[in-house]
């Protein structure tokens, strides 16, 4: 009779042992899964960032511009046409969990970037408007912008890989489906962005 409680017992604490475990183990991997998620959040809130800095500084770029009485009005045009295209999208952190979302966001972005590829290289045919200091300042710092949006785009892609990879494994993937972590879209490359602008005059 006592062998069978003994037996009996540690079957049990051996079924206790394991329970616990897994538990302990789903646990780790749902705190692990909420971190990467945040990273990816705080990532995305640097990209947002850098893009809201560049459409701050587009305003005082065309004003500066539209001083000079021939310049190119359609290309004024399509900086700000492409910039309030962009103010008009609403973005939420959901955006990360709707591709279709995400391409539109990056759609847009992307014409904004193509608008002022092209107004930049159209400066080319005004020596007076490139030699002007607010507009070399401004051009100075809208550059800038552009290499700290791609540094924040090369990061937040590698975050979401870091995220993905994480949920993809099993068995924390079980977690990741129970709780409903989904994968998160990356940026790419804007279609033609391998190919200059061309303006012509």
């Not at 709707?98 to 290289?121: E, I």
């Not at 804007?190 to 200059?196: D, M």
Request: aromatic fraction near 10%.
């Amino acid at each position: 009779m006592k062998k069978g409680l003994i037996v009996g017992l540690s079957i049990v604490g051996a079924i206790f042992f394991f329970v616990a475990v897994v538990v302990i183990w789903g646990i780790n991997s749902y705190n692990n899964m909420v971190t990467l998620n945040e990273s990816v959040n705080q990532s995305w809130s640097q990209v947002e960032n850098q893009y809201q800095r560049r459409a701050d500084l587009i305003p005082n770029l065309v004003n500066t511009v539209k001083g000079y009485a021939n310049f190119e009005k359609g290309v004024l045009t399509d900086v700000t046409n492409a910039r309030a295209s962009v103010g008009q999208l609403k973005v939420t952190k959901d955006v990360l969990d709707d591709p279709q979302a995400f391409q539109r966001f990056q759609a847009v972005q992307g014409q904004l970037t193509g608008a002022l590829s092209r107004l930049l290289v159209t400066v080319e045919n005004y020596p007076d408007l490139k030699a002007n200091e607010n507009f070399l300042e401004l051009q100075a710092q809208l550059e800038g912008t552009e290499n700290r949006i791609a540094v924040e785009r090369r990061k937040f892609n590698e975050v979401v890989q870091g995220y993905n990879t994480s949920i993809k494994k099993f068995p924390t993937s079980i977690i990741a489906g129970i709780f409903n972590f989904r994968d998160k879209q990356y940026f790419k490359a804007t279609a033609g962005s391998e190919t200059p602008p061309k303006v012509e005059f």
